[in-house]
C-alpha cells in the first residue's frame, strides 16, 4: 500500500518515530486518522503537545505531574518512610497498577549507561541522596501540602529505600551505584527480587511478577 499523497506520507513518517510502530502499522494508523472526523483528530493532536507544554516532573520524587507535587507525595495514606527508586514514570505506573505498594517513589529519569553517555549526572540521583540526607529544601507550598513536613519543614526521615531498576546491565550498574552513595545513611536498602526476566523491561512485568518480586526484595 502506497499513498499518493505527501500528506499522508509525512503523517506516516512521524508515526514511524514512535515506539513499537513500524512502516505498516503506521500506515493503519494513517488511514484511520484520515476517516475520523476533524474534532477528534484535533483532540489527539491537543493532547500531543499538551504533554509538553503542561506535564514537569515533582519536584519531591520526579514523577509526571501537572503541578508543583504528584498525588503520590502528597498523599496522607503513603508511607512516606519507603522509597521506591524506579528509572521512568512508567515504572511507577507498573508498581501503581498492581496495589500492593504504600510508600512513595523516586524516579531518576532513567539508567548509568557508559555506552550511551547517561552517567549519574544526567539522573535524579543526587536529589535522592538530598532526599534521604534530609538535606533537600521544600518550597512553601510543598511543606504546607506533604503530610507531616507542614510541622517539622521537612521530609519525614528515610526507613527504607528499595532498588527497583531494570533486571539489565544498566539497571544493575545502577542499582549497585545508588547503593554504594545511600550505605552511609544507615537506612535500609533493598532490592527487588529475581523474578523478573533477565534483560527485561520492569514496566512490562505482570502485576502478580512484581509484586513478588517487590515482597521478596533484600538487603543488598
Ligand atoms: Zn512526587
Not at 140 to 151: H, K, V, Y
Not at 203 to 217: C, I, M, N, P, V
Request: with cysteine.
Amino acid at each position: 500500500m502506497t499513498f499518493t499523497s505527501e500528506t499522508v506520507e509525512a503523517l506516516v513518517d512521524q508515526f514511524t518515530r514512535l515506539p513499537t510502530i513500524g512502516r505498516k502499522t503506521a500506515q493503519r494508523l494513517a488511514a484511520f486518522v484520515m476517516k475520523m472526523p476533524r474534532e477528534e483528530v484535533v483532540e489527539i493532536a491537543r493532547a500531543l503537545v499538551a504533554v509538553k507544554d503542561k506535564v514537569r516532573n515533582c519536584a519531591v520524587c520526579g514523577n509526571v505531574t501537572d503541578e508543583d507535587l504528584c498525588g503520590v507525595c502528597t498523599s496522607p495514606r503513603r508511607d512516606a518512610q519507603t522509597i521506591c527508586v524506579v528509572e521512568e514514570p512508567n515504572d511507577v505506573m507498573a508498581f501503581e497498577r498492581t496495589g500492593e505498594y504504600g510508600g512513595v517513589y523516586h524516579v531518576l529519569g532513567g539508567a548509568i549507561s557508559p555506552l550511551e553517555g547517561i552517567g549519574p549526572e544526567e539522573l535524579r540521583v543526587r536529589e535522592l541522596v538530598a532526599r534521604v540526607s534530609g538535606a533537600l529544601t521544600l518550597s512553601e507550598d510543598a511543606r504546607a501540602r506533604i503530610p507531616g513536613a507542614r510541622e517539622t519543614g521537612t521530609l519525614p526521615p528515610a526507613r527504607e529505600v528499595i532498588l527497583a531498576m531494570n533486571p539489565n546491565v544498566e539497571g544493575d550498574t545502577t542499582a549497585y551505584y545508588v547503593g554504594q552513595l545511600l550505605a552511609p545513611f544507615g537506612i535500609a536498602v533493598t532490592r527487588i527480587a529475581r523474578g523478573l526476566p533477565i534483560g527485561g523491561d520492569l514496566e512490562f512485568a505482570d502485576e502478580a511478577t512484581l509484586s513478588r518480586a517487590l515482597e521478596g526484595r533484600a538487603g543488598l
